[in-house]
Nanobody
Framework: DVQLQASGGGLVQTGESLRLSCAAS????????VGWFRQRPGKERERISC???????YYHDSVAGRFIITSDNAKNTVYLEMNNLKPEDTAVYYC?????????????????WGKGTQVTVSS
């Protein structure tokens, strides 16, 4: 079974940075996309970033220019570098995996999810 483990959350102040990690295991070798989602208090879960094995990337407008998604395929890990954090970035962050070929785009729907990691940004 595919397992995803998100980590790296914590409590930071406005303007600080955090790096989230998403480690994947238990999946067959192949092309994929990994997405980062967040659920802010009282809000729907939203897709904020995504990367595919072909290097396609997606950023939600709210994080573009501040967040950077990268992958280390040798470690089966995807990272989300979050810079200039704001109180409105406070949320539970989740990563998700979908196998497939994604060139020039990233999927919106994912089949395998990890448990979230809490990010809290104080003002």
């Amino acid at each position: 079974d595919v397992q995803l483990q998100a980590s790296g959350g914590g409590l930071v102040q406005t303007g600080e940075s955090l790096r989230l990690s998403c480690a994947a295991s238990g999946f067959a070798y192949g092309d994929f996309a990994v997405g980062w989602f967040r659920q802010r208090p009282g809000k729907e879960r939203e897709r904020i970033s995504c990367i595919s094995s072909f290097g396609s990337r997606y950023y939600h407008d709210s994080v573009a220019g501040r967040f950077i998604i990268t992958s280390d395929n040798a470690k089966n890990t995807v990272y989300l570098e979050m810079n200039n954090l704001k109180p409105e970035d406070t949320a539970v962050y989740y990563c998700a995996l979908r196998m497939g070929i994604f060139i020039g785009n990233c999927p919106q729907n994912f089949g395998s999810w990890g448990k979230g990691t809490q990010v809290t940004v104080s003002s």
